[in-house]
């Protein structure tokens, strides 16, 4: 059992930078490969950037690589999403999520098992 609460959100103007936390309780937190998602209203959550569970492999969505960059700390149970350059489409709610056992499989939602609330991005213009 995973439970996870990200951090960090808030307003910024475009070009502007975002650093997310996710803080997570239990003690398996370092066996668990790691994703970022985000919702947009009206939209379908769609993957953001994941993390293999030893911190060796990343993976991006085209639309956030090499401005968005995910790291992890398994002393420390966190998983940190830096925002960088946003956009005014980068506005959505950003969820933290644990779960599928192979790296190739976390680009899909419905591979995770644990989910945080989300926190509030919103990117002004």
């Known amino acids: 059992q995973v439970q996870l609460v990200e951090s960090g959100g808030g307003l910024v103007q475009a070009g502007g930078s975002l650093t997310l936390s996710c803080a997570a309780s239990?003690?398996?937190?370092?066996?668990?490969?790691m994703g970022w998602f985000r919702q947009a209203p009206g939209k379908e959550r769609e993957f953001v950037a994941a993390?293999?569970?030893?911190?060796?492999?990343?993976y991006y969505a085209d639309s956030v690589k090499g401005r968005f960059t995910i790291s992890r700390d398994n002393a420390k149970n966190t998983v940190v999403l830096q925002m960088n350059s946003l956009k005014p489409e980068d506005t959505a709610v950003y969820y933290c999520?644990?779960?599928?056992?192979?790296?190739?499989?976390?680009?899909?939602?419905?591979?995770?098992?644990?989910w945080g609330q989300g926190t509030q991005v919103t990117v002004s213009s």
């Open positions: 999520a644990a779960g599928p056992r192979y790296f190739s499989e976390t680009y899909n939602p419905g591979n995770y098992n644990y």
């Open positions: 993390i293999s569970w030893s911190g060796t492999m990343t």
């Open positions: 239990g003690r398996t937190f370092s066996t668990y490969n």
